[in-house]
C-alpha cells in the first residue's frame, strides 16, 4: 500500500459525510474517495444477505481506486456485514460501533444509555452488546428511527416531519431516564441540533464518527501510512444513483460546493 494512496469511505447515502468531516478535520493531508449507495438507499429496511452484497461491491470498487484504507462510513454496515468485508479487504479498515461504544461509555454518568438507528442496526444488537460487554451496570435503551433518514436524504431536516419523528422516537428513551444517546445512524448528525432540543441539557449526545477517525488515525500512525504536512489533495464522490441530487445535498450539509460526483454501476 502506498502512504499518499487516498482513504476509501462508503455509505448509503449523504450520512457518511459526517464523517468525511471528521477525515477533512483530523486528517487534513489526506485524500479521500467517496462512495454513496443512492440506488439502495436506506440500509435500514436491507437484509443482512443484500447488505453484504452490496457493500462487497463497494469495497472492491474503492479498492480498485487504490485506496489504503476503509472506514465503513456506516452503522449499518459496520454492525452487519464489516465482519465479512475485513476477512476478504486487503486493507485495513475500520468501523463505527467500537468507537461510538468506547466515547458512549466515557460520557454516561447514570450508566443509561440510549441509542437510535436503523431498523437493520437495532436488529444486530451490536451497539447493546458492545455497551453491555465493556460497561459495568449499564442500561441499554435502543429505538429504530426509520422516517430519520429519508428525511435527510432530501434535505428535509427543519421540517415538522422531523419533529414529530424525532418526539416519537426520543420519548420513550427520555421516560428511561437516559444520559446519554448514541447517534446510531451517520444521517443523525445532521439533525443533532433538534434532537439536542428535545432532549434538553441533561442528555449528551455521541457522534461516533470523531471517535472512529481518532482510532483510524492511530492506526494509520502505527502502519506508517498516515501522511503529514502540506500536500496536494483531493476528495472524489462516486455514487451508484442520482449524482446531481447528491451533489446538492452535499452542499446544503457542507455549506460547499464538493465538485463533480460520479454515477458508477456497481
Same mark, same amino acid.
Given at each position: 500500500?502506498?502512504?499518499?494512496?487516498?482513504?476509501?469511505?462508503?455509505?448509503?447515502?449523504?450520512?457518511?459525510?459526517?464523517?468525511?468531516?471528521?477525515?477533512?478535520?483530523?486528517?487534513?493531508?489526506?485524500?479521500?474517495?467517496?462512495?454513496?449507495?443512492?440506488?439502495?438507499?436506506?440500509?435500514?429496511?436491507?437484509?443482512?444477505?443484500?447488505?453484504?452484497?452490496?457493500?462487497?461491491?463497494?469495497?472492491?470498487?474503492?479498492?480498485?481506486?487504490?485506496?489504503?484504507?476503509?472506514?465503513?462510513?456506516?452503522?449499518?454496515?459496520?454492525?452487519?456485514?464489516?465482519?465479512?468485508?475485513?476477512?476478504?479487504?486487503?486493507?485495513?479498515?475500520?468501523?463505527?460501533?467500537?468507537?461510538?461504544?468506547?466515547?458512549?461509555?466515557?460520557?454516561?454518568?447514570? %450508566?443509561?444509555?440510549? !441509542?437510535?438507528?436503523?431498523? =437493520? *442496526?437495532? +436488529?444486530?444488537?451490536?451497539? @447493546?452488546?458492545?455497551?453491555?460487554? $465493556?460497561?459495568?451496570?449499564?442500561?441499554?435503551?435502543?429505538?429504530?428511527?426509520?422516517?430519520?433518514?429519508?428525511?435527510?436524504?432530501?434535505?428535509?431536516?427543519?421540517?415538522?416531519?422531523?419533529?414529530?419523528?424525532?418526539?416519537?422516537?426520543?420519548?420513550?428513551?427520555?421516560?428511561?431516564?437516559?444520559?446519554?444517546?448514541?447517534?446510531?445512524?451517520?444521517?443523525?448528525?445532521?439533525?443533532?441540533?433538534?434532537?439536542?432540543?428535545?432532549?434538553?441539557? %441533561?442528555?449528551?449526545? !455521541?457522534?461516533?464518527?470523531? =471517535? *472512529?477517525? +481518532?482510532?483510524?488515525?492511530? @492506526?494509520?500512525?502505527?502502519?506508517? $501510512?498516515?501522511?503529514?504536512?502540506?500536500?496536494?489533495?483531493?476528495?472524489?464522490?462516486?455514487?451508484?444513483?442520482?449524482?446531481?441530487?447528491?451533489?446538492?445535498?452535499?452542499?446544503?450539509?457542507?455549506?460547499?460546493?464538493?465538485?463533480?460526483?460520479?454515477?458508477?454501476?456497481?
Amino acid at each position: 500500500m502506498k502512504r499518499n494512496a487516498a482513504i476509501g469511505l462508503f455509505d448509503s447515502g449523504v450520512g457518511g459525510l459526517s464523517v468525511a468531516v471528521e477525515v477533512y478535520r483530523q486528517l487534513p493531508a489526506e485524500s479521500t474517495v467517496y462512495f454513496g449507495d443512492t440506488a439502495h438507499v436506506p440500509y435500514g429496511p436491507r437484509s443482512a444477505g443484500e447488505l453484504t452484497r452490496f457493500t462487497k461491491k463497494i469495497t472492491d470498487f474503492l479498492q480498485g481506486q487504490g485506496v489504503k484504507y476503509i472506514i465503513a462510513a456506516c452503522n449499518t454496515s459496520s454492525s452487519i456485514s464489516l465482519p465479512v468485508l475485513r476477512e476478504r479487504c486487503k486493507v485495513p479498515m475500520i468501523g463505527l460501533i467500537e468507537p461510538g461504544v468506547a466515547e458512549a461509555l466515557g460520557k454516561t454518568v447514570n %450508566g443509561r444509555i440510549g !441509542v437510535i438507528a436503523t431498523e =437493520a *442496526t437495532i +436488529r444486530s444488537g451490536a451497539y @447493546e452488546q458492545g455497551l453491555k460487554k $465493556l460497561g459495568r451496570d449499564i442500561e441499554v435503551y435502543s429505538r429504530a428511527a426509520p422516517r430519520l433518514v429519508p428525511l435527510v436524504e432530501a434535505g428535509r431536516t427543519d421540517t415538522y416531519q422531523v419533529t414529530g419523528a424525532l418526539r416519537e422516537y426520543l420519548f420513550p428513551l427520555q421516560e428511561a431516564g437516559i444520559d446519554t444517546l448514541i447517534l446510531g445512524c451517520t444521517h443523525y448528525p445532521f439533525l443533532a441540533r433538534q434532537i439536542a432540543e428535545e432532549l434538553g441539557p %441533561g442528555v449528551r449526545l !455521541v457522534d461516533p464518527a470523531s =471517535a *472512529t477517525v +481518532r482510532a483510524a488515525k492511530e @492506526e494509520l500512525c502505527r502502519l506508517d $501510512l498516515a501522511i503529514s504536512g502540506i500536500r496536494p489533495i483531493s476528495h472524489c464522490f462516486y455514487v451508484s444513483s442520482r449524482p446531481d441530487a447528491f451533489r446538492a445535498a452535499a452542499g446544503r450539509f457542507l455549506k460547499k460546493d464538493i465538485g463533480p460526483v460520479r454515477q458508477i454501476d456497481l
